[in-house]
C-alpha cells in the first residue's frame, strides 16, 4: 500500500545551519506530496505541497522538489532560524482518493 | 481567529472508562477529520465528516463513535477505553475535499489521551 518514510529526529542544527529533511514515499499513479508543520502547543499547518512531478513547492525560505524518478519529497532550508524549531510531517495523497498518508513526523531543534 | 480547537489538552482515563473530545472549528467548513498519532508512527484516519448529519469510517474507526449534528462540531467518543486507545489526537477541517488540487488542511493542537 502507499506510504511515506521519513528520517528519524531529532536533528540538531546551529542557527543559519543547512537543513535537509529525507522523505520518500511508496505509491502508484501520481500522488501529491505535502509538507505540514507543527509549531510547539500548536497544530498541523500546511508549509508547502507539490502535484505533480518536478514541481517545487516553496514557502518561508523552504523548498522540496518532487522527485518521481527518486519518488522523493526531500525538504531543505538554507539558513535555518531558531524559530524553525518544530515537528515536520511528510504525506502524500493518492491521485484518486481523498485519504492523506503521514509519515512519522521529524523534529527538528535549532540552537543559538 | 480560533480556527479549529480541541479539548481537553490532555487527559488520563482509566480502562473501560468513556470520553468525549471535542472539536469545533469557526471557518464553516465543511469537511472535519479525527486523527490519532502513535508514538514513532504516522497519524491515522479515525473517521471524517463531509458535512452535518454525514460521517464515515476512515482506517482505524474501531473503538470510536462520530457524530455530526452541526457544521462548526465533531465530537469523537471512547465508549470503553482501552489501553491501546492512547494516543494523540488531532481534529482537522478543510473547506474542500482532500483530493481537490489546492486543498489545504487545519489542524486543532491536539489531545493527548492516556489510558491506564
Known amino acids: 500500500g502507499d506510504s511515506v518514510t521519513q528520517m528519524e529526529g531529532p536533528v540538531t542544527l546551529s542557527e543559519e545551519a543547512f537543513l535537509t529533511i529525507n522523505c520518500t514515499y511508496t505509491a502508484t499513479g501520481y500522488p501529491s506530496l505535502f509538507w505540514y508543520v507543527q509549531y510547539p502547543g500548536e497544530g498541523l499547518q500546511l508549509l508547502l505541497k507539490?502535484?505533480?512531478?518536478?514541481d517545487k513547492g516553496s514557502n518561508k525560505g523552504f523548498e522540496a522538489t518532487y522527485r518521481k524518478e527518486t519518488t522523493s519529497f526531500h525538504l531543505e532550508k538554507g539558513s535555518v532560524q531558531v524559530s524553525d524549531s518544530a515537528v515536520y510531517f511528510c504525506a502524500l495523497r493518492a491521485w484518486n482518493t481523498d485519504k492523506l498518508i503521514f509519515g512519522t513526523g521529524t523534529r527538528l531543534q535549532v540552537f543559538p | 481567529n480560533a480556527g479549529v480547537t480541541q479539548t481537553p489538552k490532555f487527559r488520563i482515563l482509566k480502562i473501560g472508562q468513556s470520553m468525549t473530545l471535542q472539536c469545533a472549528q469557526d471557518m464553516n467548513h465543511n469537511y472535519m477529520y479525527w486523527y490519532r498519532q502513535d508514538p514513532g508512527m504516522g497519524l491515522k484516519l479515525i473517521y471524517y465528516?463531509?458535512?452535518?448529519?454525514?460521517?464515515d469510517k476512515g482506517e482505524v474507526p474501531n473503538g470510536y463513535n462520530v457524530s455530526r449534528s452541526t457544521t462548526e462540531d465533531f465530537p469523537l467518543r471512547l465508549e470503553l477505553a482501552a489501553p491501546s486507545q492512547t494516543s494523540v489526537y488531532f481534529c482537522?477541517?478543510?473547506?474542500?475535499?482532500?483530493?481537490?488540487?489546492?486543498?489545504?488542511?487545519?489542524f486543532g493542537s491536539g489531545t493527548q489521551l492516556s489510558v491506564l
Open positions: 482537522a477541517s478543510s473547506y474542500i475535499p482532500t483530493r481537490a488540487t489546492n486543498e489545504k488542511l487545519f
Open positions: 507539490a502535484t505533480k512531478a518536478d
Open positions: 465528516s463531509v458535512g452535518a448529519g454525514i460521517t
